[in-house]
Structures are given as structure tokens and as C-alpha cells.
């Protein structure tokens, strides 16, 4: 069946730094949504990518989506203490999502 | 703003015991998810519904069942609790039937079972 993989599965970054977690699936997806986590909190919507080689920012946060819509990610500029958690990404299977494993961030300040 | 609810954030069960998990969302949505998140796992679909009375099985079902009665709510039931089910239980919902649309969590229940 469809599986979508994301790493790293863990990154600790100095606060400044950048940081990317990248997403790949086994076929083609119609979108890709990805989701923050924050510690002891519940995964919140980020943003939906649908178009090939689409690619969106929200502040410090750049998503993308890759021209054979299997893979994308989302790298985080000059990271802050604000942004630990852990990050998913999702794709469609019909009509439900299949997330990601998820990549922990953790920034020592 | 979109709320979703479950019943208990922390659980303590004996092995063996009956276990329900409720869910009650209030924006009319469609659609119902339950999840499991374990530590390098993510998010595990057990179950999800997209009408009343209507359900179908997600990736990991063994071991649980559900119930929708109504729109707002959605019941996940351990028949017999086992160790192995201690988790993390994330309830979910989406607006759309038949289309995958984003999806808003409820704040969890950490379930143990002893």
C-alpha cells in the first residue's frame, strides 16, 4: 500500500540554524498536507501543497512540493526555541491521510 | 474555530478491562478518524467514519471498534484492553465526505494499560 516517508527522525539544532525534513512517497499524491506538533500538544494544520513544483512560505517556513508530486519538504530559516516540536507530513489514500513517521525538532538556545 | 474533544486526557486500565474513548467535534463535520501516535511510529489510523452508523477500517484495527450514533461523536472501544494498547489516542475530523481535507485533532487521551 501507499506509505509516506519522512526523514530525519530526529534533529537537534543550535538556535540560528536551518533545518529541513523531507517527505517521500511510494506514488503519486493529488497533495500533501503537513502538520505541527508541539511537545504534549496535538497536531495542528500547517498547509496543503497541490501543484507540481508548488512552493509556499509562512514566515521563516518554505514548503515544497517536488515536480513528480512523490516528495516535499519543509526547511525552517534561522531556527527559534518557538519552533521545537514534531513536524509530519500527510498524504491522501482515498479518502483518509497517511502520515509520515515525523521529524522531532529540538533547538537548544 | 473548529473544537474537538475527547473525554479524558490521562487513562490508568487493567488488562482485560472494557475501555471507550469518546470524541465529540462541533462543526458538522463528515468525517471521524481515530488515531495512535507511538514514538517513531506517527500517527496509526485505527478507524474512521464518514457518516453516521458508517465506518471502515483503518490500518491497525485489531483490538478496537467504534461507534457513531451521531454526527458529533465518535467512540473508540477497547473490547479487552492489553498492554500492547497503551498509547497515545488522537481523535480527528474533517468537513468533506469523500475528499481529503485537512483534518482537526482533538488534544489526545494517554491511555495505560496495566
Known amino acids: 500500500g501507499q506509505q509516506v516517508m519522512q526523514i530525519p527522525q530526529y534533529q537537534h539544532v543550535q538556535e540560528g540554524e536551518d533545518f529541513t525534513t523531507y517527505c517521500n512517497s511510494s506514488t503519486t499524491l493529488s497533495n500533501i498536507q503537513w502538520y505541527k506538533q508541539r511537545p504534549g500538544g496535538h497536531p495542528v494544520f500547517l498547509i496543503q501543497l497541490v501543484k507540481s513544483g508548488e512552493v509556499k512560505k509562512q514566515k521563516r517556513l518554505t514548503f515544497q512540493f517536488g515536480e513528480a508530486k512523490k516528495n516535499s519538504s519543509l526547511h525552517i530559516t534561522a531556527t527559534q526555541t518557538t519552533d521545537v516540536g514534531t513536524y509530519f507530513c500527510a498524504g491522501p489514500r482515498g479518502n483518509k491521510l497517511v502520515f509520515g513517521a515525523g521529524t522531532i525538532l529540538r533547538v537548544k538556545s | 474555530d473548529v473544537k474537538v474533544t475527547q473525554s479524558s486526557r490521562y487513562l490508568v486500565k487493567r488488562t482485560g478491562e472494557k475501555v471507550f474513548l469518546e470524541c465529540v467535534q462541533d462543526m458538522d463535520h463528515e468525517n471521524m478518524f481515530w488515531y495512535r501516535q507511538d514514538p517513531g511510529l506517527g500517527l496509526r489510523l485505527i478507524y474512521f467514519s464518514y457518516d453516521v452508523k458508517m465506518k471502515e477500517k483503518g490500518d491497525i484495527p485489531e483490538g478496537y471498534s467504534v461507534s457513531r450514533e451521531k454526527k458529533e461523536r465518535f467512540s473508540l472501544i477497547l473490547e479487552s484492553a492489553s498492554t500492547n494498547q497503551t498509547s497515545m489516542y488522537l481523535c480527528?475530523?474533517?468537513?468533506?465526505?469523500?475528499?481529503?481535507?485537512?483534518?482537526?485533532f482533538g488534544p489526545g487521551t494517554r491511555l495505560t494499560v496495566l
Open positions: 480527528a475530523s474533517s468537513a468533506l465526505a469523500g475528499e481529503t481535507d485537512t483534518q482537526y
